[in-house]
């Protein structure tokens, strides 16, 4: 093993170790001094959501960056990075079982079986979005595994739609509004964050056979990005606006865990298009357009942190509508 394997391998551990600390110890921090109440295993639940965003990112980005590879003349199609979806759909088995099991014991903390109701899950809207998420993730990872991994875009969608449905109860005002807003948010995100990783990986694979048609293939990705980015802005200020009366929004993002949470996400997204815009800038105007590589590199890192923030948001309490 080449020392250069070693650095990457080290560094990805270290990152995810990183990102681990994110939903451990967020939760703590947003609430304290709030006078909320967390839910019973707020760290765990927030930790095995960012484990199940992660899972649905890595296959989403893999397969929308294959889909912009075929619009890139000359890119060596068949050199392309391995697949990191079975392993995602693994994770994300063992992260939606572990939420399941949650949503079986009356949202609490199971200590043993005895203390889920498993067959109750049917019974529940909870219970059948949950199951919904582990089924999908078998699917995901047999489709994975087959000669079409194109037909994971359906157990992808299926999470995406649960997870939008699970995040508005029926008892919220217009709850489908908020879910369509959550589900374009979701899916714009997902691709945002696991298409840049699936580029950058594949840019270091075509590095030295075909560094123009990678260069080619993150332009094309930074245009869509761009689009992607738009969508993310207007559905996150439009969910922020339903959850937080606009003349509540300022002291509710400094007195309350969510608004807190959600300043924090605000902040990252912006050193995120920051980041962006300094790599589309190198991407015209360097010498070498591979040069964009290098704060493409800090881009993932951070929308890596977002991801982890936006599973800490979900596991915290909503703000309540003054």
């Known amino acids: 093993m080449s020392a250069a394997v070693v650095r990457r391998s080290v560094a990805v551990l270290a990152l995810v170790a990183l990102a681990a600390l994110i939903p451990l110890l ?10 909320e109440a967390a839910a019973p295993g707020v760290r765990g639940i927030a930790l095995l959501r960012t484990v199940l965003f992660a899972a649905v990112c890595v ?16 890119a060596p199609l068949e050199d392309v990075p391995r697949s990191w979806a079975p392993v995602a759909a693994g994770a994300g088995f063992v ?14 903390v199971p200590h043993s079986l005895s203390d889920m109701d498993i067959g109750g899950l049917y019974q529940t809207r909870d219970g059948a979005l949950a199951l919904l998420e582990v089924n999908a993730f078998v699917v995901m990872g047999l489709c994975a595994l087959s000669r079409r991994p194109a037909n994971q875009v359906w157990p992808l969608v299926a999470v995406a739609v649960a997870e939008a449905l699970r995040a508005h109860p029926v008892t919220e005002q217009s709850p489908l509004i908020g879910s ?30 075909a560094p123009g048609e990678g260069a080619a293939l993150l ?12 969508a993310i802005t207007a559905t996150g200020v439009w969910s922020t606006l339903r959850r937080m009366p606009s003349g509540t929004v300022l002291e509710q993002l400094s007195t309350t865990a969510y608004g807190r949470t959600l300043l924090a996400k605000v902040l990252l997204v912006v050193a995120v298009a920051a980041l962006a815009l300094w790599a589309r800038h190198r991407l015209r105007r360097a010498a070498d357009p591979l040069t964009a590589h290098s704060p493409a590199r800090a881009e993932v890192v951070v929308l890596g942190a977002v991801v982890a923030v936006s599973a800490v948001l979900t596991a915290l309490p909503v703000p309540i509508r003054w």
């Open 26 to 35: 967020g939760p703590p921090v947003a609430l304290r001094g709030t006078g």
């Open 59 to 74: 296959p989403a980005g893999e397969l929308f960056v294959t889909w912009l590879a075929r619009r890139v003349p000359g």
């Open 95 to 108: 992260a939606a079982l572990g939420l399941a099991s949650v949503v079986a014991t009356g949202n609490l």
């Open 180 to 209: 369509g807003l959550t589900l374009v948010h979701v899916i714009c995100a997902t691709l945002w964050a696991g298409g840049l990783l699936y580029v950058l990986r594949t840019l270091q694979r075509w590095r030295n056979t």
């Open 219 to 230: 332009g094309l990705y930074a245009r869509v990005a761009v689009v992607l980015l738009a």
